[in-house]
Nanobody, 118 residues
Framework: VQVVESGGGLVQPGGSLRLSCVASGSIFSVEAVGWYRQAPGKQRELVAATSSGESTNYSDSAKGRFTISRDHARNTVYLQMNRLKPEDTAVYYC?????????????WGQGTQVTVSS
């Protein structure tokens, strides 16, 4: 199984970005997905997550600005980020908990850089 993020880039404060995360390979079902971020010198932190039951949770900093969504048919997870702030600058990682028909595994992407700056 591979997980690949895309959609990062440079954006001005107040702008928007949509990150995508696609899983491929031997996938029976995707049980849970999450977006994390890691800024320089800081620990990786959860930004948003959703499970197969479609419940979602967001970090306090993401609430009201970010939205996590899924396209089940495409094994794709999105993170819509609005009203971006300089403090949102970080490498954003996608995490997917996947069942391959025999076992569960947790897979991380390589990360995509988001830079919020004027």
């Amino acid at each position: 199984v591979q997980v690949v993020e895309s959609g990062g880039g440079l954006v001005q404060p107040g702008g928007s970005l949509r990150l995508s995360c696609v899983a491929s390979g031997s996938i029976f079902s995707v049980e849970a997905v999450g977006w994390y971020r890691q800024a320089p010198g800081k620990q990786r932190e959860l930004v948003a997550a959703t499970s197969s039951g479609e419940s979602t949770n967001y970090s306090d900093s993401a609430k009201g600005r970010f939205t996590i969504s899924r396209d089940h048919a495409r094994n794709t997870v999105y993170l819509q980020m609005n009203r971006l702030k300089p403090e949102d600058t970080a490498v954003y990682y996608c995490n997917q908990r996947i069942y391959n028909g025999l076992n569960f595994g947790v897979y991380w992407g390589q990360g995509t850089q988001v830079t919020v700056s004027s």
